[in-house]
């Protein structure tokens, strides 16, 4: 069999602990070669609107994502090429001038909020995986975040979550629950549901180097 990488999404709702479980999959991992790749990475290129505008982007709306960019990354490792991924500056609301030079490996582990959004996306994973937590628990650690590493204030981490945030995970991610293959509640604090991920990444492997 043609040795492609294996693709595993990770996705879940804000502050569901999906960068825990994707990091404990790939802690198990040391002797295979792993990229791994956030969705956030691709939030469309604003640099043609002003800083106002681009203040207002709404960021866990679908169409907020350079999707096909995303899609064309995937299919270029996939076909053994490398890729050059955008990295997206918050303080300025737009790509950066940077990248991030990626080459193909044997497993690319992609995750963001919306991986399972887009069709042609999904059918580009292996594995799909859903991380299912707690609303309370979720924006807990999304006003903790916010604060320590983006400088917001509680009143404005609130607002958002009720005004943008919920209304879009109930209106987008929630709904993609059922694309995923495997759901795991509570994240990384889920041991079996890890050991169960790592086991079946294992056999994928095998498979594919036959």
């Known amino acids: 069999m043609e040795n492609h990488p294996i693709i595993i999404g990770v996705t879940g709702g804000t502050g569901s602990g999906k960068t825990s479980v994707t990091r404990k999959i790939m802690a198990n991992y040391e002797d295979v070669s792993l990229a791994y790749i956030?969705?956030?990475?691709y939030y469309k290129d604003q640099s043609h609107l002003s800083f106002e505008e681009r203040v207002k982007t709404n960021y866990d709306h679908p169409l907020a994502f350079d999707t096909a960019l995303l899609k064309k990354h995937l299919q270029m490792l996939l076909n053994g090429q490398a890729i050059d991924m955008p990295v997206?500056?918050?303080?300025?609301?737009?790509?950066?001038?940077?990248?991030?030079?990626?080459?193909?490996?044997?497993?690319?582990?992609?995750?963001g909020i919306l991986i399972l959004y887009d069709e042609e996306l999904r059918d580009l994973m292996d594995i799909k995986v859903y991380v299912d937590t707690d609303d309370d628990i979720r924006i807990i650690r999304r006003i903790?975040?916010?604060?320590?590493?983006?400088?917001?204030?509680?009143e404005s981490v609130i607002k958002q979550y009720t005004e943008v945030?919920?209304?879009?995970?109930?209106?987008?991610?929630?709904?993609t629950k059922r694309y995923a293959d495997l759901i795991i509640p509570e994240g990384g604090q889920n041991l079996v549901a890890i050991d169960l991920m790592r086991t079946k990444i294992s056999a994928i492997l095998l498979e594919k180097k036959k």
């Not at 030079?101 to 497993?107: D, F, L, Q, R």
Request: hydrophobic share 30%; aromatic share 6%; proline share 6%.
């Open 165 to 175: 945030v919920k209304p879009m995970h109930e209106q987008f991610i929630e709904p």
């Open 38 to 41: 956030e969705q956030d990475a």
């Open 144 to 154: 903790q975040r916010d604060i320590a590493e983006r400088g917001r204030s509680l």
């Open 88 to 111: 997206y500056d918050y303080s300025a609301h737009t790509r950066s001038q940077e990248t991030v030079h990626i080459s193909p490996k044997e497993v690319i582990i992609l995750e």
